[in-house]
């Protein structure tokens, strides 16, 4: 018992750190992905670096994008799904 109770405080940090860093970390990276595979010929998106376009071919991890000063082919893992859900409500 008395183990048991030495023990508690580093088993209830555990839990903490995992609802309040880990869990929130993987939900994000998940919904990242869902972004990433929902992406569409004609979708409007801003990259990470901030360069603005439209979806004009989709490969299985790389996506070329239409800009107003050409092509341009990057992964799709550079799109931000922040940004780009900004531009889409607009």
Do not use: N, W
């Not at 580093?10 to 609802?19: R, S, T």
């Amino acid at each position: 018992m008395e183990q048991l109770t030495q023990f508690a405080p580093f088993l209830l940090m555990f839990v903490v750190i995992y609802f309040f860093m880990i869990r929130p970390q993987q939900k994000k990276a998940k919904q990242e992905k869902e972004f990433e595979t929902a992406l569409k010929v004609g979708d409007k998106i801003i990259t990470k670096s901030g360069l603005h376009g439209k979806v004009s071919e989709l490969a299985d991890t790389t996506v070329v994008i239409e800009t107003m000063s050409g092509k341009l082919k990057m992964e799709r893992s550079a799109i931000s799904m922040e940004m780009s859900a900004t531009l889409a409500k607009k």
